[in-house]
């Protein structure tokens, strides 16, 4: 039996194509969203685009038919306008002029007249006060990342034989004669996606480790496991994978997805790399290391604030800053003797086009061609967005997404919803992409960070 839904405008927002998400159940759209697509469609940055996007597809939709009694949909179902339903009640204390509450009225009055209905919105509290009314309610899933212990870590540990583990790195190992142990204590083989990297245990001895890759036929050693990018040496297991999807040529990894805690040197070790193949490279590799950084409110207002670009995004990078400042001078005795040198290193890294910081709205509409390209708390990119700036590589440039998927900013987005996980979970087993998600245990800052992010 087809459903109804009714849409909220934040979904449109977040997903414009939201519409055509639906099969063959109707769609119902209550005259407040389509004020508030219109209040929206004149702002910057992605918010307007979207709402103009959305309008543009009403108006195709308009053009097929009459909106207030439904027009069918290209991929089945339905689609309408409400604009009755002002008598519909609600529970004391819930003001009738609030958009919010104009779309529950909506949903109350179809409820009483037709079953199922169920209300689609991004918004938590919204979907509270649904269920104090008895209305169904549910997040926008099409764009859901699997929850946060079930999503892809792009590493696994595998068992061998103690011949094959002996002779690993001459001649490499099928994912066939690779095991694990279930709670069981049975064995079972291991699924392994192209590019997952992989801790050998020799099983004869727990002791005995050997890190690899699968490639999509074998499990291959590691290509650059001694490398020291910029003088920069792995510390922990995650890393070693790390360094491996960074410093791994464009034409066979332009896009690394980087997922983990704060001071798991996510920021640290891509600069690193980064500034090892442009600066330190008889070739380089890139022409510039170019760094965005999404940030909810800024992205929205960076028009109306004073300066000229770097100006406007100088907030932003102190992250980035505070990482170059290890690399630049890496004797941590004298680092900061010398506070003006320090500064005058990294700013000449920006003053010779080495780096360079754009917020996400420059660089929108563009192919960036040959370039190194760090988006980082990419947590807090919408799907759209995630989307956006991977499908706008050009050729020679490189990719990295780096975040934490509990770490978020953005008031519509989740762990499960966020640009990060979706784009980790669409490009799972991709060719072209290298991921991997770094453990709280390989946090590489102070002993008291470490212990307060075990205990805290």
């Known amino acids: 039996m087809p459903k109804t839904y009714v849409l909220d405008t934040n979904v449109l927002i977040q997903a414009p194509y939201a519409l055509q998400s639906f099969e063959d159940n109707h769609i119902v759209l209550p005259i407040a969203v389509l004020e508030e697509l219109d209040a929206l469609r004149t702002s910057d940055g992605e918010k307007g685009a979207n709402a103009r996007q959305a309008i543009r597809y009403l108006e195709s939709l308009r053009t097929a ?4 009694e439904g027009v069918p949909l290209p991929d089945g179902g339905t ?4 604009v009755n339903c002002v008598h519909a009640k609600l529970p004391e204390g819930f003001p009738e002029h609030k958009s919010d509450n104009r779309i529950l009225k909506v949903c109350q009055a179809l409820k009483e007249t037709q079953a199922p209905v169920i209300l689609v919105t991004k918004d938590i509290l919204v979907r509270i006060k649904a269920q104090m009314m008895g209305i169904e309610a549910e997040d926008f899933t099409t764009e859901q990342a699997p929850i946060g212990d079930q999503q892809y870590t792009g590493r696994c540990e595998a068992y061998v034989s103690e011949k094959k583990f002996e002779s690993f790195k001459k001649k490499h190992i099928s994912p066939n004669e690779l095991y694990m142990m279930d709670e069981a204590g049975q064995k079972r083989a291991v699924d392994l996606v192209p590019n997952q990297f992989v801790i050998l245990k020799a099983d004869q001895s727990d002791r005995k480790t ?3 890759r699968f490639d999509g036929q074998k499990i291959v050693p590691l290509a650059y496991g001694k490398k020291k990018p910029y003088g920069v040496t792995p510390r922990n297991v995650g890393q070693h994978f790390l360094q491996e999807a960074l410093m791994t040529d464009t034409d066979k990894a332009p896009l690394v997805i980087v997922k983990g805690t704060a001071g798991t040197a996510k920021t640290f070790y891509s600069l690193a790399v980064g500034l090892n193949a442009v600066m330190e490279l008889e070739e380089p590799a890139y022409r510039r290391i170019l760094i965005c950084r999404p940030n909810v409110q800024f992205d929205d207002d960076i028009g109306f604030l004073p300066g000229d670009e770097s100006e406007k995004i100088a907030p932003l990078l102190r992250p980035a800053i505070d990482n170059l400042e290890l690399l630049v001078d890496q004797n941590e005795k004298e680092r900061f003797k010398d506070e003006r040198s320090l500064s005058g ?11 360079i910081a754009q917020a996400l709205n420059f660089i929108r509409g563009r192919s960036v061609t040959k370039t190194y390209l760090i988006i980082d708390e990419a947590q807090n990119l919408t799907p759209k967005q995630a989307k956006g700036i991977i499908t706008r590589a050009g050729i020679g440039t490189k990719v990295i997404l780096l975040g934490d998927p509990n770490q978020i900013d953005h008031p519509l987005l989740d762990e499960r919803t966020n640009g990060l996980s979706y784009a980790a979970e669409k490009m799972k087993g991709s060719p072209l992409c290298y991921q991997i998600t770094l453990s709280a245990d390989e946090c590489e800052r102070s002993a008291l960070a470490m212990d307060a992010i075990k205990r805290m």
């Open 65 to 68: 038919g009459n909106l207030l």
């Open 79 to 82: 689609l309408r306008l409400e």
């Open 210 to 212: 050997q890190l690899g």
């Open 345 to 355: 290193k990294v700013e000449e890294l920006f003053d010779r086009g080495i780096i």
